[in-house]
């Protein structure tokens, strides 16, 4: 499905610019940043157009999207030593967990807790916690062949059960649809991608806008 509707020598551009506009880019807390460094071990996949890129899983933060007081209690309640490790970043708080429990566990237990799942792991751009962070509030950005009248978009989003949250109009056929905070959209997205029916997906990320 991919040969013929965008040009692979401008698609990644043409994302590169979607993510910057649909993305929450937000300065650095120097507070936050003066957190040890440390190298990173495991990574994943996502599809930058037909680019494959990497991230890296930060084992020791948590991302917690618009952040109230009641969801700090439960956080605090679910998982033990979990402290607040810099100030709000627009919808974004960031938590450290200690070395006994990792974030993915830290994670599962906070999503039984708490009603609404707002919670995502941290990703880093390279193998270092000095790199660019990034998270995933939630949902995926797919584009469809752009040659696919309304009808036949919306057929095929049907059949394969994704829920439309939004159409973007700047390109035709890019949709937004509907997926939980955190890696499973990340692994959606990949999915999707690897089908071979969608032009590109990927997820919906949180950037960390890095000053220099």
């Known amino acids: 499905m991919k040969q013929g509707f965008i040009h692979k020598c401008s698609i990644a551009s043409q994302l590169l610019i979607s993510c910057l506009q649909l993305s929450t880019d937000l300065a650095a807390d120097s507070n936050f940043r003066n ?116 009808a036949t978009a919306t057929q095929w989003l049907a059949q394969k059960n994704l829920q439309v949250v939004s159409q973007r109009q700047f390109m035709p056929n890019v949709f937004v649809i509907k997926s939980i905070p955190g890696l499973e959209s990340l692994l959606m997205a990949n999915k999707l991608y690897e089908s071979g029916e969608v032009v590109a997906a990927f997820p919906n990320w949180w950037k960390e806008l890095v000053t220099k």
């Open 35 to 150: 957190i040890p460094a440390a190298q990173l071990q495991q990574s994943y996949t996502w599809y930058d157009g037909d680019i494959k890129r990497e991230v890296w899983v930060n084992p020791q933060l948590i991302a917690e999207f618009n952040p109230t007081i009641s969801q700090k209690n439960q956080i605090s309640a679910a998982v033990t030593g979990a402290q607040v490790v810099s100030a709000k970043m627009g919808p974004v708080r960031f938590w450290q967990v200690n070395d006994t429990i990792n974030a993915k566990t830290a994670i599962s237990s906070i999503s039984k807790r708490m009603n609404s799942n707002q919670i995502s792991a941290v990703l880093h751009d390279g193998a270092s916690t000095l790199s660019a962070m990034r998270a995933i509030p939630g949902n995926i950005i797919i584009y469809l062949d752009p040659g696919w009248d309304q």
